[in-house]
Every structure is written in C-alpha cells, then in structure tokens.
C-alpha cells in the first residue's frame, strides 16, 4: 500500500492578469493549510491499468457518489497516462465549494501515489505539468505543494521562502461557490480589461495587498461570503482575504516561528 496526502490551499492573494483562449491567466500567492486534508491509499496491482475507487469518509455532507462522478474521469485519466491500477481508498477531506482546492486534492493524492508507485519500480517520473493542468488548474499546484507564487493558468510554479506559519481564522460561507460564474461575472464587470500593477510576488507583499479580484464576484453571487466576512470584522479582524472563488473567508491570526 502507497499513501499520499494532500492538504488544502489558501491563496493568500489572487490577481487575474488576462486571457488565454478561454482561460483567465492568474498570479497567485499560494499556502498550505493543514486543517483539510484529503488522503489516498493504494493498493496497486501489477499488470492492472484503471482504479477501483472507494470513499472512505470525509468532511460532513460530502455526497460521495457526486465526488465520483465528478472525479472518476480524472482517476482514469491518470492510470491510462501512468499504465497503473488497483484499489484506491479516498479520505476527502478537504471542502468542496470553498476556495480551498478541493475538487483537485484527492486528484492530486492519486498521482503522487501511483508516480511513487513507479519509482518504487524503478521508473524515473518526472512531474508533467502539461498532463497535470488537464486535470484542473490547481493540479499542479497541490501535487508540488508548499508556499508557492502560481501563475499563468497553474502551470508556472515558484517556490517561497517561508520562515515561520501562518494561523488562520476561517469561515466558510454557506452555498459555496462556482468559479466559472466567478469569472463570468469579472468580465462583466471589468470589461475584461485587468489590473497587472500591485500584483504580489511574495507571502508579505500578498499580506499587505489583500488582493483576491474574484472577492466583489463571489459576494455578489453568493451574499453569505459577505456575512462571513462581516463575522470575521466582529472578531476584531481588519484585513480578511478570500481563498480562490470562495466559499472560504479567512483572516491571518497568528505566526508561529
């Protein structure tokens, strides 16, 4: 058996720069947040291309059989690329609709699974961006990990110095959040025309600027972002930033060296 875990993300700032076909081209200041996690076990049969796939439970009200049907393509999609299968046990514990990564972090947990898997074997694997992105944007990111400036559609990844880490407070809003009616509604509402100045490079710039362009969508599509936010404010927090699309508000609460 091969485990792999992958935990949420936190985009400390989040400024859309343009357009690339249909795409919106982003630059991100991105965090790990350990609170969620999602884990995969497998359980690889040799010789076996596909995944026989199973939820072993999660975060309250996850429709497991919407997980699948959601992600079953992007499972497969992975032992077709790699020639690998077995049993994969899911633990899904990050928040889907939130901002937090959730719809990539078991996708993400399987292939650093099955790439270990083939290591094991002796095959050299390295990281296929290009493979990666067809599975979501976020995919790349959440199979590197760490502190990371994230840019272009997901497929530019620079890794942070980080001393120290963040505590966060967060709340996330009831209804969730769709990114592509996020977007669809930032075009709309800028015009497509983006702000490319006062983009942060780094978690402390990220910290000062509060940047997060899709914040006035999400609030507008779904007003329960605003009354998280202004819990937070109640709490005496000042600067409150959102993570992706939402669902997710969160304020920075402490450091810890």
């Not at 058996?1 to 357009?19: D, F, H, Q, R, W």
């Not at 719809?103 to 898997?117: G, H, L, N």
């Not at 100045?197 to 362009?213: G, K, L, Q, S």
């Not at 914040?215 to 109640?234: G, T, Y």
């Amino acid at each position: 058996m091969i485990a792999a875990k992958v935990p949420a993300k936190l985009n400390l700032s989040l400024a859309v720069t343009g357009k690339r076909g249909n795409m919106h081209t982003l630059d991100m200041i991105m965090y790990p947040y350990e609170k969620y996690a999602d884990i995969v076990e497998f359980f690889p049969v040799d010789g076996k291309v596909g995944f026989d796939l199973f939820v072993k439970g999660g975060f309250d009200g996850l429709n497991e059989e919407r997980f699948l049907a959601f992600a079953r393509d992007k499972f497969d999609a992975i032992a077709k690329r790699l020639q690998v299968g077995g049993k994969i046990e899911i633990f899904k514990g990050v928040p889907l609709g939130a901002g937090l990564g959730g719809s990539s972090a078991a996708i993400a947990c399987a292939y650093k699974a099955a790439i270990e898997y083939l290591r094991e074997k002796g095959q050299n694997m390295p990281l296929d961006v290009e493979f990666l992105l067809s599975l979501g944007s976020d995919v790349p990111y959440m199979v590197h990990g760490g502190v990371c400036r994230v840019s272009g559609v997901g497929e530019v990844i620079e890794e942070l110095e980080s001393k120290g880490k963040i505590e966060v407070c967060e709340i996330i809003a009831k209804g969730g959040s769709d990114s592509g009616k996020c977007y669809k509604l930032l075009d709309e509402l800028c015009g497509e025309k983006f702000d490319v100045a006062n983009v942060p490079t780094t978690v402390f710039e990220a910290i000062e600027v509060e940047r997060n362009d899709l914040f006035e969508p999400a609030r507008i599509l779904n007003p329960q972002i605003k009354v998280a936010c202004d819990e937070l404010k109640k709490r005496k927090f000042d600067k409150i930033f959102m993570s992706g699309s939402g669902s997710t508000v969160f304020a920075i609460s402490g450091f810890v060296k």
